[in-house]
Nanobody
Framework: QVQLVESGGGLVQPGGSLRLSCAAS????????IGWFRQAPGKEREGVSCISSSDGRTYYRNFAKGRFTISRDNAKNTVYLQMNSLKPEDTAVYYC?????????????????WGQGTQVTVSS
């Protein structure tokens, strides 16, 4: 069965950190662009970060630059999102997605595969 499974979400205080994981099963991530997205209640889904398959180039939305780091471990078939200096406005459900096309995934939010999401809540 082909699927992506996110984990690592939870409740954290402002200024804290979390590391999200996106594990693939049923296919290998090596050739896929992997993206992290989030959706807060009442808001549209937005891109957070993505990492290319060919050269490992990374992309971040402005709000994530300097605070979030995306990385991939092809041997473990897993992509990570390290989130530091978390703010209440980072509260959302975080999803990972995999696609063969960077443009399709990062610009159009279209993907062959989506995970079920993991809740991140930043609150004191």
């Amino acid at each position: 069965q082909v699927q992506l499974v996110e984990s690592g979400g939870g409740l954290v205080q402002p200024g804290g950190s979390l590391r999200l994981s996106c594990a693939a099963s049923g296919f290998t991530l090596d050739n896929y662009v992997i993206g992290w997205f989030r959706q807060a209640p009442g808001k549209e889904r937005e891109g957070v970060s993505c990492i290319s398959s060919s050269d490992g180039r990374t992309y971040y939305r402005n709000f994530a630059k300097g605070r979030f780091t995306i990385s991939r471990d092809n041997a473990k078939n897993t992509v990570y999102l390290q989130m530091n200096s978390l703010k209440p406005e980072d509260t959302a459900v975080y999803y990972c997605a995999a696609d063969l096309s960077l443009v399709r995934l990062w610009s159009e939010f279209e993907s062959d595969y989506w995970g079920q999401g993991t809740q991140v809540t930043v609150s004191s």
